[in-house]
């Protein structure tokens, strides 16, 4: 089944299941303002990818427990056959890694300091720079899918930003009402628009899939449902998944060899999973948990 929009716009294919983790912070000399926007980019990441309707994203609470072992294992620090296994990021296909790698607030032509009040410059024009990169990298290999860098300049008269914004850029608050009239908040917003573009584009790459819950020989469980587009009728075919490729140089995982098994079609979905009936072709083949099911 093809990404496509349904006869009402809205996206009508399987959605792939992706994490965002915190963006990094390679900016110096601004203080708490380059950090808070970082752990802000993720936030608006996460919020304009579930508004995209095109993904279910993992709930933040629930990946930073194992972030760093993943990131840690994908240094090649750690063995990949006792880090993380595959999918054992919250259960994402691939997860979304960011760096805020340029950041230049400047207020006004004269060029006020960093210690500007936000209330003072309501009829002050302000201008601000930012750049930022983001990598698509698989969950099961940690290799990278793609790569895209993104930068933004906006300028704002400050005709509409509110006196009751926090006055010190150092306690800069992306979430704040107001902060998208300032000339950040449009370069912000400027910057994901274009990373959105990009990770909606590759998905359509991504061959979508999910994983077998349990089979008990006259169905299979699939660890996907309604959230993620899930349809009854809709089939799949299932994939027995080898050991994992690991290069003996590296160590990193290279991926899995992969063996067809039989076609399988979904008898009834619930919002998280999905059950599905064996295909005339499963007669004879042994379906088990962490077998991979996609579509054609």
């Known amino acids: ?3 496509q929009e349904n006869s009402k716009g809205t996206f009508g294919g399987p959605k792939h299941v992706v994490a965002v983790l915190p963006f990094d912070n390679k900016v110096k000399g601004y203080g708490a303002a380059s950090s808070a926007l970082g752990e802000g ?50 259960g994402a296909q691939f997860f979304v890694k960011g760096a805020v790698t340029e950041f230049n607030p400047k207020a006004g032509g004269g060029g006020i300091s960093l210690g500007w009040d936000l209330g003072k410059l ?18 099961a290999t940690g290799q990278i899918y793609a790569s895209y860098s993104a930068s933004a300049t906006a300028k704002s008269t400050g005709a509409g930003i509110s006196s009751t914004l926090n006055s010190s850029i150092d306690n800069l608050n992306i979430g704040v009402s107001g902060f ?74 290279l991926g899995t060899d992969e063996e067809f098994l039989c076609q399988v079609s979904v008898n009834s979905v619930k919002d998280k999973f999905s059950i599905a009936n064996l295909g005339s072709d499963c007669a004879g083949k042994q379906l088990k948990r962490g077998d991979i099911v996609r579509y054609e």
């Open 41 to 90: 980019m993720t936030e608006i990441l996460t919020t304009a990818l579930v508004n995209s309707g095109r993904f279910v994203v993992i709930e933040r609470a629930l990946i930073q427990d194992i972030v760093k072992e993943q990131e840690l294992a994908m240094t090649g620090l750690v063995n990949q056959e006792t880090g993380v296994k595959a999918g054992g990021l919250a």
């Open 1 to 3: 089944m093809a990404a």
């Open 180 to 253: 998208s009239s300032t000339a950040i908040g449009q370069a912000v917003r400027s910057a994901i628009t274009e990373v959105m573009g990009f990770i909606e584009a590759q998905a359509v790459q991504i061959p979508w899939q999910g994983t077998v819950i349990k089979a008990d020989g006259r169905r299979t469980f699939i660890n996907r449902g309604a959230s993620a587009n899930i349809n009854r009728n809709d089939i799949m075919y299932v994939y027995a998944k080898g050991e994992p490729l690991i290069d003996p140089d590296t160590g990193f995982n």
């Open 122 to 139: 309501a009829s002050k024009a302000s201008s601000a720079y930012l750049a930022i990169d983001v990598r698509i990298i698989d969950n």
